[in-house]
C-alpha cells in the first residue's frame, strides 16, 4: 500500500504521515528533508545561488546521513523551498523517492507532489490543509517550544511566502492530485485528524472503495 499525502507548510502532513505509517507498520520518507538537506549542503558551500552546485548536491543526497533535527529551522524551510524550484534538483531526487515508494510493504511518504508526480498511483492520496493563520499558528508554537525568537507575524510572513513561491513554481507545483481527498485540519487536533485520515485510508483501500 502507498499512501501518498501532500500539503502546505504546517498543515499537519507529518504528524499524519508518521501516525499512518506507524498504524499500518510502513516505512515513513518525509521527502521535505531532502530539500532541506540540499539547502543545508548548498549553504555550506557558499550559498543558494550556483544552480549547478544544488543539483550535484541533491545527485549525492545519501538519505542514511540526513540529521533531521539539524534542519528544522524557518531559515532552512525557506532555503529549501528555493532549491525545490529547480527542475534539475527535483530530477535528481526522484530515483531515491521512487526507490522508497517501491518497497515490497508499500510506503507513506509526504511532501509536495507525492500524489501528483512521485507516486501518481498510489494506492491512497491525502491533500491536507489548514488556513495560513492556524499553520503559523502551529509553527510559532513549534519554533517558540524550541526557544526561537520568533513573532507570530513572521511566522504567517513565512508560510505565506513558501505557500506562493511552491504553489507558482512550475516544477512540480504544490497541487491538489485530481484523485487526492482533501482534509482540512483548521478544526481538528491531532487524533481528530488522524481519525479522519484513518477513515479515508480505510475507505480507499476497502474491497471496491
Ligand atoms: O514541514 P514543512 O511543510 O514546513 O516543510 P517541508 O515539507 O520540510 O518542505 C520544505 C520545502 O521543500 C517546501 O516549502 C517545498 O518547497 C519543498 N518540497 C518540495 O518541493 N517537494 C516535496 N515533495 C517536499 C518539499
Ligand atoms: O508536516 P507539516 O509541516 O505539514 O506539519 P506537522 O509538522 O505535522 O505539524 C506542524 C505542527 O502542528 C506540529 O507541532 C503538530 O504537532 C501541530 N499539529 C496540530 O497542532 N494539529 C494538527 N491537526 C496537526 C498538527
Known amino acids: ?15 499524519l504521515a508518521r501516525r499512518i505509517a506507524t498504524h499500518y507498520g510502513l516505512p515513513h520518507l518525509d521527502t521535505g528533508l531532502l530539500y532541506r538537506a540540499v539547502a543545508a ?15 550535484a548536491a541533491a545527485r549525492t543526497l545519501d538519505l542514511s546521513t540526513i540529521d533531521a ?4 529551522s524557518a531559515a532552512m524551510g525557506e532555503a529549501a523551498s528555493v532549491v525545490a524550484a529547480r527542475p534539475g534538483v527535483r530530477a535528481a531526487l526522484l530515483d531515491l523517492q521512487h526507490r522508497f515508494a517501491a518497497q515490497e ?11 501528483t508526480v512521485i507516486c501518481p498511483r ?18 510559532f508554537r ?7 525568537a520568533v513573532t507570530f507575524d513572521d511566522v504567517l510572513a513565512d508560510i505565506r511566502k513558501r505557500d506562493e513561491r511552491d504553489s507558482q513554481r512550475s516544477a512540480a507545483p504544490l497541487v491538489m492530485a485530481d484523485d487526492a481527498v482533501a482534509l482540512d485540519t483548521s478544526n481538528l487536533g491531532i ?10 485510508v480505510m475507505a480507499r483501500t476497502a474491497p471496491g472503495g
Open 1 to 15: 500500500m502507498i499512501v501518498a499525502i501532500d500539503g502546505p507548510a504546517a498543515s499537519g502532513k507529518g504528524t
Open 41 to 55: 549542503r548548498c549553504l555550506a558551500l557558499g550559498g543558494l545561488d550556483d544552480v549547478g552546485a544544488s543539483e
Open 69 to 72: 533535527e539539524a534542519l528544522r
Open 105 to 115: 510493504r508499500g510506503a507513506v511518504l509526504d511532501g509536495r507532489d507525492i500524489g
Open 122 to 139: 498510489a494506492d491512497v492520496k491525502l491533500f491536507v490543509t489548514a488556513s495560513p493563520e492556524v499553520r503559523a499558528q502551529r509553527r
Open 142 to 148: 513549534e519554533l517558540g517550544a524550541r526557544g526561537a
Open 191 to 200: 487524533e481528530e485528524a488522524f481519525a479522519a485520515a484513518l477513515a479515508i
